[in-house]
C-alpha cells in the first residue's frame, strides 16, 4: 500500500458528514468519538441532479450540499468522516481539497477514490484501502454502558431476569408485520412469564405492529414500552445498559451489532427468515456463539462481546499515521 504522511498535530479538526439517517450518523460519530477530538457533525441536504448519482461527479458538484458545505470546502477539515452515499460524494469533494476522509460502508464505485473504507464483511469488498468489521460501527462499550445505567437508575427495581426487547421494521430483506409480531409476542410470553419485559420500537417499525405492541403489552405488569416521544424519553441506552438477556428483530445491522456490543445473550427472532448480506452478518455471528435463534436457544449462554469500532479505530490512526 502507498505510504501515508502523518496528519498534522495543528489539526483544523475533524468533522463527520452524513445523510441525516440515524444508522450513518451513529456510525460515523462513534468512529469521530474513538479517534478523540472535537468534531463537527454537517448533515447534507443534498440538491437534485448531484444526489441521484453520488458519489459520483457530475458538473456543479461542488455547490451540491448547501452553504454549509460550501464553508467546510474552504476551510476543509484535517480529517472526514463519511457515512452514506451522499457523504461520499462530499467526502470524495473534500479529498480533492486536501483533507484525508475515511469513508463508511461501500460507496459502489471505486474505492481508491477515499483515503480509507470501512465496509462490513458481508459486502465482501477488498482492496488494500479497505477495513472491514463484523456488523457497525457504534458506540457501545462498557464505559457507555455504564454511563446508560447511571441514566436510567430506575430501572435497576424491575424484576429479574430483565428482557430488552428491541423491535425492528421491514426492509428488503425481511418483513415485519402483524403476523410477525404475533408469532414473537407467543414466545416471548412464554419465555418472559417472570421477571420484567422492556420493548422499544424504532424509526422503522410499522404503525400497525405498534398498535399490536400498546395492546399486547400496556397491561402487563413489570414492563416498561417506548413508541414514540409521548413514553417520555426515549430509553434505547437503558435498555441496554440494564438488559440480562436482549431479543432483537433480524434486519437491523447496526441493532443487532449494538445488541452484541454488550455483555448479555443475544436472541434474534427469525434469522432463518433474512436473506441477503443481513443473512450473512447474522450467519457469521452464530457461528461465533455471540447470538442463537430465539425459537431454539437457551435463554442464558455466554458471548464474547462485539466490540469492533475500537479496533477499526486503532486501524485508522495506524494507515493514516494519526498523531496519539
Request: include cysteine.
Amino acid at each position: 500500500m502507498e505510504q501515508t504522511s502523518p496528519l498534522p498535530s495543528d489539526s483544523r479538526g475533524l468533522c463527520t458528514l452524513t445523510d441525516g439517517n440515524a444508522g450513518n450518523v451513529r456510525q460515523a460519530q462513534s468512529l469521530a468519538r474513538v479517534l478523540g477530538g472535537e468534531a463537527r457533525d454537517l448533515v447534507l441536504p443534498p440538491r437534485a441532479p448531484w444526489r441521484w448519482l453520488a458519489p459520483r461527479l457530475l458538473p456543479g458538484a461542488t455547490q451540491g450540499f448547501g452553504p454549509a458545505f460550501d464553508q467546510l470546502q474552504r476551510r476543509p477539515p484535517t480529517l472526514a468522516i463519511g457515512c452514506g452515499r451522499q457523504a461520499a460524494l462530499a467526502t470524495r469533494l473534500l479529498r480533492a481539497r486536501g483533507s484525508r476522509v475515511v469513508q463508511i460502508l461501500d460507496p459502489r464505485i471505486d474505492p481508491s477514490h477515499w483515503d480509507l473504507v470501512i465496509a462490513p464483511e458481508h459486502d465482501g469488498l477488498t482492496g488494500p484501502n479497505i477495513l472491514t468489521l463484523l456488523g457497525s460501527l457504534n458506540p457501545v462499550d462498557d464505559a457507555w454502558l455504564a454511563d446508560a445505567r447511571t441514566a436510567f437508575p430506575a430501572f435497576a427495581a424491575l424484576p429479574s431476569p430483565r428482557t430488552a426487547v428491541l423491535l425492528g421494521g421491514d426492509s428488503a430483506h425481511y418483513r415485519f408485520d402483524t403476523d410477525a409480531f404475533a408469532r414473537l409476542a407467543i414466545l416471548l410470553d412464554d419465555m418472559t412469564a417472570d421477571g420484567s419485559l422492556l420493548v422499544t420500537t424504532s424509526r422503522r417499525t410499522p404503525p400497525a405492529v405498534i398498535d399490536a405492541v400498546r395492546r399486547r403489552w400496556a397491561q402487563r405488569p413489570h414492563t416498561l414500552l417506548w413508541c414514540d416521544p409521548s413514553d417520555g424519553p426515549n430509553p434505547y441506552a437503558g435498555l441496554l445498559g440494564w438488559a440480562e438477556r436482549i431479543v432483537c428483530t433480524p434486519e437491523s445491522v447496526n441493532m443487532v451489532s449494538e445488541a452484541c456490543g454488550t455483555r448479555v445473550p443475544v436472541q434474534v427472532f427469525e434469522p432463518d427468515r433474512v436473506s441477503g448480506r443481513p443473512r450473512r452478518f447474522l450467519d457469521a455471528l452464530r457461528d461465533r456463539g455471540r447470538i442463537h435463534d430465539l425459537a431454539g436457544a437457551p435463554t442464558l449462554f455466554d458471548g464474547e462481546p462485539l466490540r469492533e469500532t475500537a479496533r477499526v479505530a486503532a486501524e485508522v490512526r495506524k494507515r493514516l499515521a494519526m498523531p496519539a
